[in-house]
């Protein structure tokens, strides 16, 4: 999401009194109420008008105390209540918390930070407070808003980046990964990385290998592609180089796993002859993977892909229920996989 539109939706909140302020991207979430503060309040202001409560620790009272305190040389008063949701849990026996949410007086703002245990959609504060506009939802950014996102954030840091070498950038991250958690705060904090070691004011392709950690999205995709070359020892590099990152064994293989499922799945659609749009929405996966998926399914036969996903379903077997080593096992695996034969 870029910054003009999160300033917009700042701007359309300094006049509400109050504010539900929530998403997976707590990033955004935390940058959204900290614009709202300082739109409101000068630093000096801020001081005397400006209050933070846990909702995990904080009671009726401290929200009362906070909330009817009139402000001091400004125009308004900000209380922020991190965590509401479990605020509001203690609090909503009834609608007193509710009525009390609508009935807040013109010189207060009340925000709502929720940056872990969103609030139920389906409660009655939640429908009152978006019925009333009273809500603000962050969601993860799709492909074009991270790209314009990852720019200005490079450009603020005084440094430069092609498209290409930005876009390389975002895929190493791992961010769109249907199965990646990051945040923003995480990308952020590779991109400054990126940026501090880069000597020169272009960041290029050969920086951002040197530095960044590659996702293991995007080590699955390497690993699958000396596969299908049948490279062992880049199999076994890629591996170990997942070990190093400490991704637990049985994650790794559930991985390995769901690459060969989806290639196989793929192979199987294009052989009745279902059109690559068709196939994608069948799938559940992003443009990017698919794109991924497509490529590496032509290294690939049916009753290959059917022996491989065997021969994991042997392992994962041997990993459950016998006393072995996992880090043999899926290196016996690889090696059985890229066997020339």
Partial sequence: MDSLKIDGMVRETLNKPICYIFGEEIYLVEKAAADIVTSLLTPQQQTINLAYLDGKAAGMEDLEASCETLPFLAAKRVTVLKNPSFFIEKESKDDKLLNYFLKLGDH???????????????TRIYKQLEKRGYTME?????????????????????????????????????????????????????????????????????DIDRVMIRSLDKNIFDLLEAVGRKDTGKALEL??????MNE???????????????ILAYTSYKKKGYAASEIQSKLQIKPYEFTRISTQAQKFNEGYLEDILEMILRTDRRLKTLPVDPKLEVEMLLVSITDKK
């Fill in 108 to 122: 207060q703002i009340l925000l709502l930070v929720d940056s872990e245990n969103g609030l139920k959609k389906n």
């Fill in 138 to 206: 962050f969601g993860k950014l799709n492909s074009n808003q991270l790209q314009s996102w990852a720019r200005q954030s490079i450009s603020s840091g005084g440094k430069d980046i092609s498209q290409s070498d930005l876009s390389y950038l975002l895929q190493l991250s791992g961010y769109l990964n249907r199965s990646n958690s990051n945040n923003l705060y995480d990308l952020e904090n590779e991109i400054n990385k990126v940026a501090a070691y880069t000597s020169s004011i272009q960041i290029s392709r050969d």
């Fill in 239 to 244: 591996f170990y180089e997942m070990q190093m």
């Fill in 248 to 262: 637990p064994v049985q994650r790794l293989l559930f991985m390995i796993s769901r690459q060969f499922r989806l």
